[in-house]
Structures are given as structure tokens and as C-alpha cells.
């Protein structure tokens, strides 16, 4: 069915219902006070998925299903990134990831699968020219974030200056990866604000998105923020053949790169590695909400390619919610 008259009045209406409010969710997430709890974001976005597949001429190019991100504030300088900075796709059961290992492995002779953590951080572009940190920006819409140089160059483990003991710096690096704020930080910072009368932060994504993106970098200094890369964007003068590849060059140009990232050849690999992570979930100094499967070979990744929001090569498992973090939501936030 692809004539919009097809479409039922009322499966019309709850599209537009849930365009909007998912709009509205995200643009307050991204500020750093989201409204509902991430689960049940995702819920609404399964939905809306389901309507989409169901009746595909909803489908358009400003829907959520279709986007990156929010739209980004004037408070900050807008920057557009060299290449897009895309989401993930997500499985939510042993079945959908079991999907995606089969459609990507129909389509290209996949051998290995890297997995590491999903940081639940913020994401963030950095760019080195000839080794030097020349601009950080935020994700934003994917194509424009927002300038924020100045409070990356505060966080002690991005280096200004690439080493270039081992391998000498590319003429121009691309560098994507997550900011975040370490769990006991995050508890410090809270107790601290308490103290001083002021709101906590409901999580530490919220305290790091608060502390990120302030217009006096002398407060971004004061907060312990730290980032971890995973993955390159733009680059000339580097040759990349994997991802795990791309990881060696990071780490031994200075970049935090971590540690608990593992290769492996077999879907069953991969499930060991995400039933490890959901026994230990907390041993990360960082909160975490899932695993991130990528193929590791770059030439696979781009033939495998991507959609508008999300590249094909790579899934988000993600963990199911801990209550915790729903009661926590109650709590008022700070900015
Ligand atoms: P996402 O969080 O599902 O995943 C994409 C991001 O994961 C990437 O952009 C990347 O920066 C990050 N990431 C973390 N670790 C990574 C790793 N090891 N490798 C690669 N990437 C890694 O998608 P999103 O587009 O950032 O946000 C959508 C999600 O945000 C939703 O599923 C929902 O959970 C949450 N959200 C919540 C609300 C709310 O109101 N609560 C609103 C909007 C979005």
C-alpha cells in the first residue's frame, strides 16, 4: 500500500501523535532533562516502527524512525561534522540479534564480529589535523552539532596532541566516541549539589550532557569528566583495514580507547560476551545500557552500508532496564 488514502484515519492519527511526542521526548533528552524513561522511549519507537512497516507511505524523511539525534540549540557555535554521525540500530531479544547476524552474513562473507560496550554517554566528534585537536563538536542532527572545543580540551584523557612515538599522525583524523561522567564522580557531583542546596542530576548521562555543554569551560574543568573512542570518521593519510585495526592506531596515538573490547569469530561468542556484560554491568567504571556488535572488517562494513540513521554493519543489544533508573527519573534535574 503506498497511496496514503489506504491508511486508516485513526492509524493516521496515532503516527502523528507519536511523531510528535517522540520529538518532543528526544529534544528534552538531548538537552539533559529527558521526561519518560529510556525503555519506555524505546516502546513508543517500536511502535512507530511497527505502524511505519505496516502502512509504509507514513514513512517520510522527518520521521523519528528516520533521524539522528535533535535539532541543535544557539547556544553553541554550529559545526558540520566531515562525515554523518549516525545512530545504531537496536536488538531488544536474542532473536532480533540473531537476525541481524544472518541478513548481514547472507549478504557478505562476515568472519569476525567485534564486540565492546555501549557507554551510555554522549556522542562526540573530534578532529585531528597533522596530530592537533582542531575541533570537538557535539553529535547534534548527525550532519551540524554543536561547537564545544573548548570543554573537550579540559578532559585530561583526550590528548591535544596526537603521540606519534609509534606511528606517525595522519594528515586529518576523524575521531568518534563517548564522553561520560564515572559513576562515582557522578554520586560525588550529586552529593556535592545537595550540599549546596541545588537539584541532583538523575543520572550520570544527564550530569555529563549538564556538565559538556556549558558556556564557561572553567565549569566543564571542575567536573571529572573522561571519553572513550570507538570508532574513526574522516581521515586522509591512514589507511584502516578493521575496526579492531583502527583501535590499535587510537591507542597507540594517545587515544582512551577500552580495554574491554574483544574480537570474535562466532554468533555464539558474541552472546557469551553480552550474557558476561549482563552479569557484570556494573564493573565498568562508566554506566553502560548494552553491547555494541560491529563486523570488524571496514571493506565488509562498506559494502554492507547504511540507511539514513543507522550504518547496516553494526547492532546495539541492549540490556533491559534496571529499576533503579525509572525511580531516579522522578527526581528533579539539574542543568
Ligand atoms: P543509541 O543510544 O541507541 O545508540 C547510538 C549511539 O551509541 C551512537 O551515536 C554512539 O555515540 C553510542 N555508542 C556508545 N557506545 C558505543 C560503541 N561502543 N560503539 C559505537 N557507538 C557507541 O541511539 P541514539 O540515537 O543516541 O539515541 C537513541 C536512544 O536514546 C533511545 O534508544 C533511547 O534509549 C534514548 N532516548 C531517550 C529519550 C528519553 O526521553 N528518555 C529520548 C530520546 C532518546
Redesign the pocket.
Known sequence: PTFSDDVPADVRERHARLSQD?DD??Y???LGS?????????QL?AELRDLEAQYPSLVTPDSPTQK???PISNEFAPVEHLER????D?AFSDAQLEAWAHRVSAEVPVDAFLC????????VALVYEKGRLVRAAT?GDGRIGEDITLNIRTIDTVPLRLDESRYPAPELLEV???VFLPVKAFEQLNSRLADEGKPPFANPRNAAAGSLRQKDPRVTASRPLSM?V??IGAHRGVTITHQSQSYELLAAWGLPV?DRVRVVSTLDEVREYIAYYAEHRHDPEYEI??V?V?VDDVSLQRRLGSTS??PRW?I?Y?YPPEEVTTKLLDIKTSV
Do not use: T
Not at 529527558?34 to 524505546?42: F, L, R, T, V
Not at 554521525?85 to 545504531?88: A, E, P
Open positions: 517522540l521526548y528526544s528534552r533528552y538531548y529527558p521526561i519518560i524513561s529510556d525503555a519506555e522511549y524505546d519507537m539522528v539525534g535533535a554521525m549516525q545512530s545504531l537496536n565492546e560496550l555501549k557507554i551510555d554517554g554522549l556522542a553529535r568518534r566516541g563517548e572513550l570507538h570508532g577500552s545500557d548494552g555494541v560491529k540513521r543507522a553494526a546495539a541492549k
